[in-house]
């Protein structure tokens, strides 16, 4: 009997561990398809959809090969990159976690990410790499965050190429978690059942 139950205890602790290590993922959006004079636009990754909005009028969407621009009105090469714009997300919630760099020209140049939860205040845009997130941020369905880069002067310019999240909620299962679920509900039943029997 004792065995039995250690055995229960063992199968939903183990399936319960697996259901939660698999909802939590790393997703990246890859910015590197051109985007030009769009007020908007989205990204779709696993399931979990990220919608870039720019508010103004006055400015669009730059980008190529290297990413999405950011940078003051008047930088060469991509015409006037944005300085701030809005991003909301479709299912699930999102915890910033790291951005890739794929052009930089300002020394001093930086980018936050406010509205969500937590803040994210000091992610560098000054030279070629792959950085991890500052800070702990994180934006759910429903809610709107902003990207504001600054620390540019005259043209100086900067390109994001990828932004990379941990999935923290996602309210679909995949079909992956049903089926363990339904073999974990078996071996317990039939458990249950082996131990009625030499009772």
Request: hydrophobic share 40%; glycine share 10%; aromatic share 8%.
């Amino acid at each position: 009997m004792k065995k039995s139950i250690l055995s229960i205890l063992t199968v939903v602790t183990l399936t319960c561990s697996l259901v939660f290590s698999a909802s939590a993922s790393l997703i990246t959006f890859d910015l590197s398809i051109g985007v030009d004079e769009q007020t908007s636009f989205a990204k779709t990754v696993s399931g979990i959809t990220l919608t870039f909005l720019n508010p103004s009028a006055r400015t669009a969407f730059k980008g190529d090969a290297d990413g999405l621009a950011l940078g003051n009105q008047g930088a060469f090469i991509l015409g006037a990159p944005l300085t701030s714009f809005q991003l909301s997300v479709l299912g699930g919630t999102l915890q910033f976690k790291g951005y890739e760099i794929t052009f930089a020209q300002s020394p001093n140049a930086s980018f936050s990410l406010a509205g969500g939860s937590g803040a994210s205040n000091n992610n560098l845009l000054n030279s070629l790499a792959t950085y991890p997130a500052d800070g702990n941020w994180t934006i759910a369905p429903g809610q709107t965050g902003t990207l504001t880069a600054t620390g540019f002067s005259g043209v100086e310019m900067a390109q994001l190429h990828t932004l990379t999240f941990d999935i923290l909620a996602n309210p679909v299962p995949e079909p992956s978690t049903y089926a363990l679920l339904c073999i974990s509900l078996g071996v317990v039943g039939y458990a249950r059942r082996k131990s009625r029997k030499n009772n």
